[in-house]
């Protein structure tokens, strides 16, 4: 008899083959377990494909995979024709605000097969010191297992105050260092960034690297919401006299980052904005694939709509606030002094100087490329609700004028806010989706927070909240085929568990956690639309966290097994 098997890293080698022997033994088919999923495809996170196999666990483990005969359970998933994976993993979420106020089911990322998901994204942790948090999302219990990071805008904060506007002096690095290596020795897995926010936009590169140097040892990584998406930073306009970053000068950035620091780093929710960017999506691959023939590793992750999620302003805010305020942003938003009454009086009278109107509509004309165009901007809510539905460009095209015009137009009669409109920003090409989703190096993020009251009193919530992994798996790779299956299982589960370094999750094999999804390929579909985004996905029908029912019948259940992970990746000496 052969017998074929992977040793899970980091398991002893005794350990291993008692598990390989228990799994292939005949007396194995009489063993009892706490649950079999039975005669399941199973697709085990490597990218080979399926194998036909029972799944039997104990407790939080994975036992046996194999033909487990005559073997009994306590209770048995029936699983023909349907897939049998690891659990998925997010790579950048929001999700710790939900977890801590209570609300940590998350049935909206249950329902898409997530069992842990990488908090602390965008450089905020969202409570310090690092065993606080621990300690506080393990008393309010969570669905999911949780990775947490040291937020690079928490550290800056602490060490600079409320002086952030500015690059930090030797001294203030040493302190942010100092706080890094406290927060990797309290067990974050790495340093996350949001380099086109309050306050780490106004860090440096030399920054950066440094806080990303103070990782290494403890065998982290580095992630970050790059410093620019386009030919700006979404802070940063035409107009404004700081020199531009642009998308390619932020990718660069990281790779620079992972060959300095001699660590594993990740672009997150890679989306380049704008048709003028729309492509670029090659020209970043080939720079992150001569990263990997460097020998260095360079990751990414992306969500699966050309949408994306944020507040659009299209009239630059200079031109709408009362006076000018220091180093206001086009993307910031509640800025102290930002004083915008009366801003269309405001607007009206700058427009009425030539020079500065002639600005102000260049700044306008870049905002609607970077937002996807004059086609790419939905009105998803206006005051004359007849345009509710409808693009700019069609707007624009019924008042036969520019959509600049147009652009100035809402704002004027729109809602008394700045930009007037609720939008949506068709900016992100399909070709760089694909893109970016067909490398081995890429894994997937919903960039999303949980389901919360709080959050259904909002109408205009991303589909991607609820179906960011079955699109995937139901557009991209089932009907399109742009993508094989097992590719993108391991897109979700055995690549992630790789960059962070998990040697117990992410595959389907005897002596991992039971970390484990079973979906119909059937059905399994996302349902959420832009105008009804809150609908659950459907034929992910059991998903288990730690050998627990999250998911049971296609239903979110009530169960908090989640748990706070430690780090894994051994300790390792910075490259040179």
Same mark, same amino acid.
């Given at each position: 008899?052969?017998?074929?098997?992977?040793?899970?890293?980091?398991?002893?080698?005794?350990?291993?083959?008692?598990?390989?022997?228990?799994?292939?033994?005949?007396?194995?088919?009489? %063993?009892?377990?706490?649950?079999?999923?039975?005669?399941?495809?199973?697709?085990?996170?490597?990218?080979?494909?399926?194998?036909?196999?029972?799944?039997?666990?104990?407790?939080?483990?994975?036992?046996?995979?194999?033909?487990?005969?005559?073997?009994?359970?306590?209770?048995?998933?029936?699983?023909?024709?349907?897939?049998?994976?690891?659990?998925?993993? =997010?790579? $950048?979420?929001?999700?710790?605000?939900?977890? *801590? +106020?209570?609300?940590?089911?998350?049935?909206?990322?249950?329902?898409?097969?997530?069992?842990?998901?990488?908090?602390? %994204?965008?450089?905020?942790?969202?409570?310090?010191?690092?065993?606080?948090?621990?300690?506080?999302?393990?008393?309010?219990?969570?669905?999911?297992?949780?990775?947490?990071?040291?937020?690079?805008?928490?550290?800056?904060?602490?060490?600079?105050?409320?002086?952030?506007?500015?690059?930090?002096?030797?001294?203030?690095?040493?302190?942010?260092?100092?706080?890094?290596?406290?927060?990797?020795?309290?067990?974050?897995?790495?340093? #996350?960034?949001?380099?086109?926010?309050?306050?780490?936009?106004?860090?440096?590169?030399?920054?950066?690297?440094?806080?990303?140097?103070?990782?290494?040892?403890?065998?982290?990584?580095?992630? %970050?919401?790059?410093?620019?998406?386009?030919?700006?930073?979404?802070?940063?306009?035409?107009?404004?006299?700081?020199?531009?970053?642009?998308?390619?000068?932020?990718?660069?950035?990281?790779?620079?980052?992972?060959?300095?620091?001699?660590?594993?780093?990740?672009?997150?929710?890679? $989306?380049?904005?704008?048709?003028?960017?729309?492509?670029?999506?090659?020209?970043?691959?080939?720079?992150?694939?001569?990263?990997?023939?460097?020998?260095?590793?360079?990751?990414?992750?992306?969500?699966?709509?050309?949408?994306?999620?944020?507040?659009?302003?299209?009239?630059?805010?200079?031109?709408?606030?009362?006076?000018?305020?220091?180093?206001?942003?086009?993307?910031?938003?509640?800025?102290?002094?930002?004083?915008?009454?009366?801003?269309?009086?405001?607007?009206?009278?700058?427009?009425? $100087?030539?020079?500065?109107?002639?600005?102000?509509? /260049?700044?306008?004309?870049?905002?609607?490329?970077?937002?996807?165009?004059?086609?790419?901007?939905?009105?998803?809510?206006?005051?004359?609700?007849?345009?509710?539905?409808?693009?700019?460009?069609?707007?624009? +095209?019924?008042?036969?004028?520019?959509?600049? @015009?147009? =652009?100035?137009?809402?704002?004027?009669?729109?809602?008394?806010?700045?930009?007037?409109?609720?939008?949506?920003?068709?900016?992100?090409? *399909?070709? @760089?989706?694909?893109?970016?989703?067909?490398?081995?190096?890429?894994?997937?993020?919903?960039?999303?927070?949980?389901?919360?009251?709080?959050?259904?009193?909002?109408?205009?919530?991303?589909?991607?909240?609820?179906?960011?992994?079955?699109?995937?798996?139901?557009?991209?790779?089932?009907?399109?085929?742009?993508?094989? *299956?097992?590719?993108?299982? +391991? #897109?979700?589960?055995?690549?992630?568990?790789?960059?962070?370094?998990?040697?117990?999750?992410?595959?389907?094999?005897?002596?991992?956690?039971?970390?484990?999804?079973?979906?119909?390929?059937? /059905?399994?579909? @996302?349902?959420? /639309?832009?105008?009804?985004?809150?609908?659950?996905?459907?034929?992910?029908?059991?998903?288990?966290?730690?050998?627990?029912?999250?998911?049971?019948?296609?239903?979110?259940?009530?169960?908090?097994?989640?748990?706070?992970?430690?780090?894994?990746?051994?300790?390792?000496?910075?490259?040179?």
């Amino acid at each position: 008899m052969s017998v074929r098997c992977s040793v899970a890293p980091g398991r002893s080698v005794l350990a291993s083959v008692f598990a390989i022997l228990s799994a292939a033994h005949p007396l194995a088919g009489q %063993a009892r377990y706490d649950l079999i999923i039975r005669g399941g495809r199973v697709l085990d996170g490597s990218g080979n494909p399926f194998f036909h196999a029972d799944v039997g666990i104990r407790g939080d483990t994975i036992v046996a995979v194999g033909q487990l005969g005559q073997a009994t359970a306590d209770r048995v998933i029936d699983a023909r024709g349907q897939y049998v994976t690891p659990g998925f993993i =997010a790579l $950048h979420e929001h999700i710790e605000s939900a977890i *801590l +106020r209570g609300f940590g089911t998350l049935p909206n990322f249950t329902t898409q097969g997530f069992s842990t998901a990488v908090i602390n %994204a965008d450089g905020r942790t969202a409570v310090w010191p690092i065993t606080k948090q621990r300690q506080d999302l393990e008393r309010a219990g969570s669905a999911l297992n949780l990775v947490m990071m040291v937020g690079h805008g928490t550290v800056r904060g602490m060490a600079m105050g409320s002086d952030v506007e500015r690059p930090a002096t030797r001294a203030e690095v040493e302190r942010m260092k100092e706080l890094v290596r406290l927060g990797m020795e309290e067990g974050a897995f790495g340093l #996350s960034t949001g380099l086109e926010y309050v306050p780490m936009r106004y860090s440096t590169e030399e920054e950066v690297l440094e806080l990303a140097k103070a990782v290494a040892p403890y065998g982290g990584h580095y992630q %970050a919401h790059l410093r620019s998406q386009g030919q700006h930073p979404k802070w940063q306009l035409p107009s404004y006299p700081s020199k531009p970053v642009t998308n390619i000068d932020a990718v660069m950035e990281t790779i620079n980052i992972a060959r300095r620091a001699g660590i594993p780093a990740m672009m997150d929710h890679l $989306h380049p904005k704008g048709p003028r960017e729309w492509g670029s999506g090659r020209i970043i691959t080939q720079l992150v694939d001569r990263a990997w023939q460097d020998g260095h590793e360079v990751y990414i992750n992306m969500h699966s709509y050309e949408a994306y999620d944020e507040t659009i302003v299209l009239v630059p805010r200079w031109a709408l606030v009362a006076k000018p305020v220091k180093n206001l942003g086009q993307f910031d938003s509640n800025v102290p002094g930002a004083d915008y009454t009366n801003m269309r009086a405001t607007l009206q009278r700058r427009l009425a $100087h030539p020079d500065t109107a002639r600005i102000i509509r /260049t700044d306008i004309a870049y905002e609607i490329d970077r937002g996807g165009g004059p086609g790419g901007l939905l009105i998803m809510d206006y005051p004359d609700k007849s345009l509710v539905g409808k693009t700019l460009g069609q707007v624009a +095209r019924m008042r036969n004028e520019d959509p600049v @015009d147009t =652009a100035i137009w809402m704002q004027m009669n729109g809602f008394d806010r700045p930009g007037g409109v609720e939008w949506r920003a068709f900016a992100v090409s *399909l070709l @760089d989706l694909v893109e970016f989703m067909r490398q081995d190096y890429t894994g997937v993020c919903t960039d999303r927070s949980g389901d919360t009251p709080a959050m259904r009193e909002n109408d205009f919530v991303h589909p991607g909240t609820f179906g960011t992994t079955t699109r995937l798996i139901r557009h991209f790779a089932l009907d399109k085929r742009v993508i094989s *299956l097992p590719h993108a299982i +391991r #897109s979700l589960t055995g690549l992630p568990a790789q960059i962070l370094g998990f040697t117990d999750r992410g595959r389907i094999a005897p002596g991992m956690r039971a970390d484990v999804v079973v979906f119909d390929p059937e /059905t399994i579909r @996302d349902k959420g /639309t832009y105008f009804e985004p809150f609908q659950y996905s459907e034929g992910i029908n059991y998903v288990l966290v730690n050998g627990r029912f999250v998911v049971d019948g296609g239903k979110p259940t009530e169960a908090k097994p989640g748990r706070a992970l430690s780090r894994q990746r051994p300790r390792a000496v910075p490259r040179t």
